[in-house]
T-cell receptor
Framework: SQQGEEDPQALSIQEGENATMNCSYKTSINNLQWYRQNSGRGLVHLIL?????REKHSGRLRVTLDTSKKSSSLLITASRAADTASYFC?????????FGKGTLLTVNP | GAVVSQHPSWVICKSGTSVKIECRSL??????MFWYRQFPKQSLMLMAT?????????EQGVEKDKFLINHASLTLSTLTVTSAHPEDSSFYIC????????????FGPGTRLTVL
């Protein structure tokens, strides 16, 4: 069953701006992962944050995790048109991924 | 990085026929593979967990007799959609977990199934 809920469902920004997407979940997790999906394509793994971590960086990506609030955020800095895609959070428990509904990010040139 | 392939990438079939989709881990061994279904503009829904050498574990609401899963080797899992109907039209994605036990799953590029 779906437990991740991303917001916003859709986000439209200008190139160079930052994009923030949020994810909330309901049950226990081992870790939380963020994925990107271009239209009609497979998933690309972006970043993994473990349940005992609070923040993680990878290039222009910054992920936070607040297990007390059962929420995570993905920040993409200095966005580019090529960042246009759907972004999904996925909670992991006992190796099983449960995906959120996703945020459709559009970066306008 | 670890690569997972799927074949075919797209398939169109007539209602009532069966379709087999292959998922292969190309450069690592995967004791566990997962099958997901994604309807347009929706998220991925886990259908089943495929374990090498044993029966698949299906999620609630997924018909095991309709979606046959075989994981015969450490690098290959197959999903067969039997007696396909138009409502089975969807994007099917597999993922594989590295036997080394890291947390990351590696996803295939997906298979677009259209049932006429």
């Amino acid at each position: 069953s779906q437990q991740g809920e991303e917001d916003p469902q859709a986000l439209s920004i200008q190139e160079g701006e930052n994009a923030t997407m949020n994810c909330s979940y309901k049950t226990s997790i081992n870790n939380l992962q963020w994925y990107r999906q271009n239209s009609g394509r497979g998933l690309v793994h972006l970043i993994l944050i473990r349940s005992n971590e609070r923040e993680k960086h990878s290039g222009r990506l910054r992920v936070t995790l607040d297990t007390s609030k059962k929420s995570s955020s993905l920040l993409i800095t200095a966005s580019r048109a090529a960042d246009t895609a759907s972004y999904f959070c996925a909670t992991v428990f006992n190796y099983k991924l449960t995906f959120g509904k996703g945020t459709l990010l559009t970066v306008n040139p | 990085g670890a690569v997972v392939s799927q074949h075919p990438s797209w398939v169109i079939c007539k209602s009532g026929t069966s379709v087999k989709i292959e998922c292969r881990s190309l450069d690592f061994q995967a004791t566990t593979m997962f099958w997901y279904r994604q309807f347009p503009k929706q998220s991925l829904m886990l259908m089943a967990t495929s374990n090498e050498g044993s029966k698949a574990t299906y999620e609630q609401g997924v018909e095991k007799d309709k979606f046959l899963i075989n994981h015969a080797s450490l690098t290959l899992s197959t999903l067969t959609v039997t007696s396909a109907h138009p409502e089975d039209s969807s994007f099917y994605i597999c993922s594989a977990r590295d036997q080394g036990g890291i947390d990351e799953q590696f996803f295939g590029p997906g298979t677009r199934l259209t049932v006429l």
